[in-house]
């Protein structure tokens, strides 16, 4: 096994399809629980200046409603509408990810078996180290969304959580931010 601590100044976070239409059919996470998770996560990347990019799908009502959570810690933030399962597979969203130079992908999104899975998948064999954040993703059902984690798991991309990744950035908690990571773990724990 290779463990490798992340580092802040090589992570950026993919927050995928975490909007109106879609969270809503999430069967695998409390729709309370993906939302205090989405929100600590990208809470996390401001402490830590993590760069965050949003990608949305394209949708017959209209322009995508991003969950409020991303916007309240991170302001409003490029989106980019795919027609694609893949956030690699659209030009616009891969060459963000990349223009960030950094190695260490985070992804959080609805639904695991699709844009998440898709897209690990992908950063992966373009040689990111990949990260499914598994409190801030949320499956369609248990049983697709098991076998799309063990798929992952497979092709070596890492499971994780807000716990862990938080725990990680905090470091020594002694230190200004290693108190506000562990802060914003507390706060989404909070009943």
Known sequence: MNYRPVDPADIVVLFADL????MERAATNDAV?????????AKLARLFDI????????????????TPEIAAALGELPQYTRTTT??????????AIRKTARKTLLIAGVATEIIVQHSA?????QGFHVQIVVDACAGLSTRTE???LRRLVHAGVVTTSIASIAGQLAGDFT?????QALGILYEMASP
Do not use: C
């Open 19 to 22: 909007q109106a239409g879609i």
């Open 33 to 41: 629980r993906l939302r205090r998770a989405v929100s600590a996560l």
């Open 51 to 66: 760069p965050s990019i949003v990608t949305t799908a394209s949708t017959s009502e209209g322009a995508p409603r991003v």
């Open 86 to 95: 893949d956030a690699f597979l659209h030009e616009a969203t891969r060459e």
């Open 121 to 125: 998948l992908s950063g992966a064999t």
């Open 146 to 148: 098991d076998a799309a």
């Open 175 to 179: 230190q200004p931010k290693g108190m």
